[in-house]
C-alpha cells in the first residue's frame, strides 16, 4: 500500500519562506509524476505544481508566480516544494500525490501551512 508523509509546514510571516517535503513508500517512486496540491479552508483541493519522472517542471501560473520551486529526489523517495515570498492567501493544508491523470493514492495527512502577521 502506498504510504504518504508530507512534512515542513508551519506558520511564517508575509514574504517568508518554507520548504515542503513529502516521502512516498510502497511503489516504484521515479516512474511516477508528482504533484504538490492544497486545500483552503472553505475550498476545493487544487494543484499548485507538478513534476514529471524525467524532471520536467509545470506550475499553475496563477497561484505560483515564480514564487515555488517543485523538485525530487529519487534515491529518497521525495518530493519538495521550495516556497518564497509567502502571502495569507497561501495558507492552506499542502498535499503530495500523483499528478498524471489527477491523484491516485490515498492522500496523506497534509502538512498546515499558515501565512499571517
Known amino acids: 500500500q502506498v504510504h504518504l508523509v508530507e512534512s515542513g509546514g508551519g506558520s511564517v510571516q508575509p514574504g517568508g519562506s518554507l520548504i515542503l517535503s513529502c516521502v512516498v513508500s510502497?511503489?516504484?517512486?521515479?516512474?511516477?509524476?508528482m504533484g504538490w496540491y492544497r486545500q483552503a479552508p472553505g475550498e476545493q483541493r487544487e494543484l499548485v505544481a507538478y513534476?514529471?519522472?524525467?524532471?520536467?517542471?509545470?506550475y499553475v501560473d496563477s497561484i505560483v508566480k515564480g514564487r515555488f520551486t517543485i523538485s525530487r529526489d529519487n534515491r529518497l523517495n521525495t518530493v519538495y516544494l521550495g516556497m518564497k515570498s509567502l502571502k495569507p492567501e497561501d495558507t492552506a493544508v499542502y498535499y503530495c500525490?500523483?499528478?498524471?491523470?489527477?491523484?491516485?493514492?490515498?492522500w496523506g495527512q497534509g502538512t498546515q501551512v499558515t501565512v499571517s502577521s
Open positions: 510502497g511503489t516504484n517512486f521515479e516512474a511516477y509524476a
Open positions: 500525490n500523483t499528478a498524471a491523470g489527477g491523484p491516485r493514492w490515498p
Open positions: 513534476i514529471t519522472s524525467g524532471d520536467l517542471t509545470n
